[in-house]
């Protein structure tokens, strides 16, 4: 067997071009075919551990290929949306999704609690002021009712009793008056007599005194009763005042005991259509508890939030129409706006001018428009994706070659569904990338793959 070839080292010199005919012959030779395979293992190792190093260049190499220079990123062209700013006419409008409401919505309380004994109307009826709704019953309460109503009876008569006495003190003075009265006149009239007949001689002087000190007893006595009367009259004025006073309060509060057992019978506050009543016959229902509501009939607003770009744009008294739904086409404008903000919108409600469309419901919606101002001609750009990431600030603006995305720094105003207005930054005629730039951030130009033609 012919000895092995030495193993041959990575910076040994190559072997001379002579020794190649030998090797081919050794190949083909029975000879070299029974040798055994003495292959350089090591050699190959340290080849693959060359390659393996090597890697890291080769990236590099492969990005400064597809990367001209810091801040660029490579984009396939396939996943753009490029579009031209182009001047056209913008129209100042917002969609706006509204649900129907009514205007006015009016809550049923049970003002006492019970169970309820009789539910004397459906849910979705229309119902008039006053109308019954829920019968409740209350067994302790009626009870407590009652005896309080017994209390205050009878201080009503104690009331009476009184002012009948006052009267009576008041006739009795006035008898009392008259009879001192007459008596006084009496005696008045034998005092003159026996004076005449005294000075005639056919009476004494003691029965002229006698008649005399009966007269002054009678004056004394009528002017005395007088008095008290007119004291009395006083006494008896201020005491009527009292007693009045003391019957209103005790009538107001008989009328408040018998409105808590009349409250049992639960009813609509106003007229309209009753809703979310959902209470069964037996329920038991707490004071104050929520029984309904009563939506006021056929009147009817609109409700819709938006985002809160648009805020500073809305004002009361804007108008609007129906694009879709009940009454398409019909006028709408602004009655309220709620400043609010709430995860990016606001609220806006919306007024008919107008009756509202007759087939409108509770909590339907619609499609609408608000006009926020006049038609104007402005340069534009579709309300698309790339707005999402870059707020209007900036965007991608393809240069001429159609090679290259250069971020340019832009001013964009009012917005619609479809377009919005560039106010600066732009020139009409000008490319824009306008699909979404998530994955753009940090990178001033995209290499478009394969580059856009002017032609695009």
Not at 50 to 77: C, K, N, Q, T
Not at 284 to 297: C, E, F, K, L
Not at 427 to 434: C, E, F, K, Y
């Amino acid at each position: 067997m012919a000895p092995a070839t030495p193993e041959r080292r990575i910076d040994d010199p190559p072997e001379p071009a002579a020794a190649e005919p030998a090797r081919r012959l050794q190949a083909v030779s029975g000879v070299a075919m029974d040798r055994p395979d003495t292959a350089p293992r090591g050699l190959v190792r340290r080849r693959l551990a060359f390659a393996v190093a090597a890697l890291p260049a080769i990236a590099a190499a492969i990005y400064a290929a597809s990367a001209g220079r810091a801040g660029e990123l490579r984009v396939p062209a396939s996943q753009l949306t490029i579009e031209r700013a182009a001047p056209g006419v913008f129209m100042d409008t917002v969609p706006l999704k509204a649900v129907a409401t009514p205007v006015a919505t009016i809550f049923i309380d049970a003002p006492e609690g019970g169970n309820a004994e009789e539910v004397l109307v459906e849910d979705g009826a229309r119902v008039d002021k006053g109308a019954p709704v829920v019968r409740l019953v209350n067994p302790s309460l009626m009870l407590q009712a009652a005896a309080r109503e017994s209390d205050l009876l009878q201080q009503m008569a104690t009331i009476k009793e009184s002012e009948a006495t006052i009267e009576q003190r008041r006739v009795e003075l006035d008898t009392r008056v008259a009879d001192a009265r007459y008596r006084a006149e009496v005696a008045a009239s034998e005092a003159a007599r026996q004076r005449t007949l005294a000075a005639e001689g056919f009476a004494s002087p003691y029965t002229l005194r006698s008649a005399q000190e009966e007269s002054r007893f009678q004056d004394e006595r009528l002017a005395s009763l007088r008095e008290a009367r007119q004291h009395n009259e006083a006494l008896a004025a201020a005491q009527r005042t009292q007693l009045a006073a003391q019957a209103r309060r005790v009538a107001d509060t008989l009328q408040a005991t018998r409105q808590v057992t009349e409250a049992l019978l639960v009813r609509a506050p106003a007229a309209g259509v009753l809703s979310g009543l959902a209470i069964k016959p037996g329920q038991a229902v707490a004071g104050g508890a929520r029984i309904a509501q009563v939506d006021s009939g056929s009147s009817f607003k609109l409700v819709g939030a938006l985002d809160e770009f648009y805020l500073p744009r809305v004002a009361v008294g804007q108008s609007g129409e129906i694009v879709e739904g009940p009454g398409q086409g019909g006028a709408l404008e602004v009655a309220r706006i709620l400043p609010q903000v709430a995860g990016g919108r606001f609220q806006v409600e919306l007024a008919f001018r107008g009756a509202p469309p007759p087939a409108l419901r509770r909590g339907q919606s619609l499609e609408t428009r608000l006009t926020l101002g006049a038609e104007t001609r402005a340069l534009l750009l579709p309300n698309a994706a790339f707005l999402a990431e870059s707020g209007g600030a900036y965007v991608y603006r393809v240069d001429p070659a159609g090679e290259r995305a250069l971020r340019t720094p832009v001013r964009i105003g009012r917005r619609n569904l479809n377009v919005v207005e560039v106010l600066s930054g732009l020139a009409a005629g000008d490319r824009v990338l306008t699909s979404s730039y998530g994955g753009y951030v940090g990178h001033d130009v995209l290499r478009l793959d394969p580059p856009q033609g002017a032609s695009r």
